[in-house]
């Protein structure tokens, strides 16, 4: 059987035209207007009236409580993919979606994608629409719906315990889908055409559409990825205080903050951020962050946060304590797994303000709800997609010594090339093509969902993303992936990627004979990997040849000793700063070649 490759939120390549749109009639030919007023769909009903709405043509609907329950509310304003979008303002029962068939849509601003939340019923539901810009130019593009109760959970925004039908609730698991396209994002937003949409008996229903702003004036500083949703604790009215490591100074400071699968939503009670003294003390008094002007936050299943500009001197060198109060009981939690440095746990009670360690007794080796740490200025960030070696597995918990925080360094203390801030988006055991973690549900697997599933979230949504280095790969094929699938499989990253304007360069796949799965028939796929990528010129902006770097030249299909971490497949501290020094800066923005 051959392997789907794609992620159902796909998005193929801008291509701008100033044509008119190629298909036209009656509809097409109206006046933008605003997506409220074209809705001609109900989606949504009460349990105790099941028959008010007929979301796919077969009397079945989404259950306003289950959505509610979920902290999707009637006008809810979640935020997810960097977009904040509208729930509709429509009571169930009444029309709060627009079955996709070439109605143009106002729409206005400025951004580097267009966010659509959607659903398919039917089956997926594929179009192609187009953007109106206030120039009087026009792009295409092609959108995918995946189905609502069949769609892969791995890349949906929100899904629900149950639908409901004529007869009543069911159990199953609709959901919904945040899908992204491509924006000129020098232009300006106009309007949109929805896709006409193939297919006998399928529909592209659209709930919302919004244009992403643009990160400007903002730079990437420390990021991480949500690897899982495990059980944790139960939580009952405690405070963390997670220590990061930023690679960006500044002086204005925001954090992110992500309750990606999840079921249910999050409370933050409160939250602040300091400089860190030592162990989870901090240097002075924390600051407090703000969400909407607001001292705390919810957020919905499977939607982000973002706090409010804070003028905070974020330094060079310097970790940060981000402090957030849990007031409620959490007993699963998004979170990113291996962060190979120690976060604390306060006795109960709203510890997020205190100037001292004393309330923190326990520890915590992951960064649950924390995802990102921007800073004001500054210009942009290389994001790194990876796995464990990426993620600095077996390095020295709290010394930094990733590669990417050597590669940070380097960025720090030259002039040749942008000083970006490097963000680190590793995931132990991640693969390219396959989900280790299934993207739904509470689940002890912490390897995340493919890197094709992840590159929306984790990449193209990250703050001001200039380049992206792929280092994926040796995951599937010591799993039983082709050499051919795993190319692949980069390859389509690289094109989603330089879609939206990033730079996408890849790397060659590390030896690592010796470890229990890196056989020679493994090692086989990993060479024709590395062999293929060094010999395409095309699909990718620049290669970093890593396997050159780190193999043992006298027994290439193994890690030179010198380093090998002693498992054979992770590099140790100095392995991985031969990685970053072997970097030529210049690879990450194509200027060329010159110096280190």
Known sequence: ??????????????????????????AEEREPRPLRELYDNRAVSEDDR??????????????????????WRIGARPTVEGTRLGW?????????????DGQRVAV???????????????????????VHYRDGGHSRYRLTAPDWRTGPLATKAVALPYLNTREGGVKDRPRLYVVTVPLDARRTVESVRLPHVRGFGRALHVFDLRVRPAAEGWTGSWSASTAGLPEVGPWRDQTLRLVVHPTKAGPTVRVRLSNTFAGAPVRVGSATVAVRAKDAEP?????PLAFGGRRGAVLPAGAEAVSDPLDFAVEEGADLLVSLHLPGSVPSVPLHDKAVQKSYLSTPGDHAADSDGAAYTGTVGTWPLLTGVDVSGGPGSVVVLGDSITEGVRTTEGANKRWTDALARRLRAQDRVPRYGVLNQGISANRVLSDRYPGDGVSADTGGVSALNRLDRDLLAQ??????VLFEGINDVRWGAGADEVVNGLRQLASRARARGVRAVVTTLAPCEGESRCTAAVDAERTAVNRALRADRHSFDAVLDFDRVLRDPDRPARMLPAYDSGDHLHPGEAGLQALADAVDLGELTGRPRAGG
Not at 283 to 287: F, G, K, L, M, Q
């Open 1 to 26: 059987m051959r392997r789907q490759l794609w992620g159902p939120a796909l998005v193929l390549a801008l291509v701008t035209s100033a044509a008119s749109p190629a298909s036209a009639g009656a």
């Open 88 to 100: 509709p303002v429509s009571r169930p029962g009444r029309p709060d979606n627009v079955r996709a």
């Open 108 to 130: 206005e601003g400025r951004g580097d994608a267009l966010t659509f939340l959607v659903a398919g019923t039917g089956g997926e539901a594929t179009g192609t629409g187009s």
């Open 463 to 468: 703050t001001s993303a200039r380049t992206v």
């Open 50 to 71: 099941p028959g008010a709405a007929d979301f796919d043509g077969q009397g079945r609907s989404l259950p306003a409580a289950a959505l509610r329950a979920a902290g």
């Open 283 to 287: 240097r002075s008094e924390p600051v």
